[in-house]
């Protein structure tokens, strides 16, 4: 809530407008209390940024097509699916990752998977690194994804919220999700903040800021 005290010169000018501004409260919110800063174990930021998402991303029923086995299947959360404190993804991705997040061998997949990644290789291999260098070119495994950020998912706790969205949804970070880069993880300090940020980040203020 915002006040602001009128002239009785301002009353007297019609249409009236109510809109007070809220630089005033913005301030006051910013000197309130800890910093959310202070409440992080490590670094704000995504826990996956696919590269080549049309290949690696799908419904589930899709996949009945190219695969039985289901070594690598993952769902897939996307800024859309953060709603109401939970999200409930409708995509799934191949996620050819173990259970710390380290690559695993093409070998290691399920045949079907491997049948499904090798009729895209060339593309996948071809796919620019950082340097704008291809994978080929600088040694990266094709058949991965183009950045990882096992830290993230493996933090007790974490947080992901919505990265680009008219308000703020935040939600438990589930570890058998894989985030995509719309969706940005927080990790608390202490496990147990988790409750606590999840209600200031869905709070009307955390919306005003």
């Known amino acids: 809530m915002v006040t602001a005290s009128w002239t009785e010169e301002q009353a007297r000018v019609h249409p009236w407008s109510f809109d007070a501004g809220g630089a005033s409260t ?4 910013e000197h309130a209390g800890a910093h959310l800063r202070a409440l992080l174990g490590g670094d704000i930021g995504y826990g996956t940024v696919v590269g080549s998402e049309p290949i690696f ?7 009945r097509t190219f695969t039985k086995g289901k070594t690598a299947l993952r769902w897939y959360e996307t800024g859309e699916d953060a709603r109401d404190w939970s999200a409930h993804p409708s995509l799934t991705i191949l996620n050819p990752y173990d259970g710390n997040w380290e690559l695993l061998g093409f070998p290691q997949l399920d045949a079907g998977e491997r049948t499904y990644l090798a009729h895209f290789k060339t593309h996948l291999e071809t796919r620019l690194d950082f340097g704008s260098r291809t ?5 990266k495994p094709w058949w991965g994804h183009h950045q990882v950020t096992g830290a993230k998912y493996l933090s007790k706790g974490a947080i992901s919220y919505v990265f680009v969205a008219t308000h703020f949804h935040a939600a438990p970070a589930i570890q058998d999700f894989t985030l995509n880069r719309h969706c940005f993880v927080l990790s608390p300090s202490d496990p147990i903040q988790q409750g606590p940020l999840l209600a200031l980040l869905n709070s009307s203020a955390a919306l005003f800021w």
């Open 135 to 139: 994978y080929a070119e600088v040694g």
């Open 26 to 29: 913005k301030i006051l919110l």
């Open 57 to 63: 991303v799908s419904a589930p029923e899709s996949w």
